[in-house]
């Protein structure tokens, strides 16, 4: 799926593995893209029963908008017995994340390898 408007573009590429779900966004991750954002993703939440993996390596901002998406996944997850896992986080984005306070809420992972060898078989 390709969310567009006006000159930004924000793509968002899913791939099964198993029963869990990857993600990976590319763009800017901003209150331009987050209801489409949003509602694919929870489109992700309620048609899979595994974990969701998101590799945020091409995101090149994220706003308080993109990490409300986020909290709220991990929420509703959690009340289904799964996990969010987020992998290749930037600097510029992880900077966002630790002035929100809020990584500690998530698994992190340093590659998307890694973050894929942790779900469960």
Not at 87 to 104: A, G, R
Request: aromatic share 4%; proline share 2%; hydrophobic share 40%.
């Amino acid at each position: 799926m390709i969310v567009s408007v006006s000159r930004r573009v924000l793509e968002i590429k899913t791939k099964k593995i198993g029963n869990h779900t990857l993600v990976h966004l590319n763009g800017r991750l901003d209150i331009t893209h987050s209801d489409e954002v949003e509602a694919k993703l929870a489109e992700d939440v309620q048609s899979g029963n595994g974990d969701i993996i998101i590799n945020l390596e091409l995101i090149s901002y994220i706003s308080s908008s993109g990490i409300r998406i986020f909290v709220g996944m991990v929420r509703e997850l959690d009340k289904q017995g799964r996990k969010l896992k987020l992998c290749c986080i930037t600097p510029p984005v992880k900077k966002v994340f630790d002035v929100v306070e809020l990584l500690d809420l998530f698994e992190v992972f340093e590659t998307e390898q890694e973050a894929v060898a942790s779900l469960s078989k």
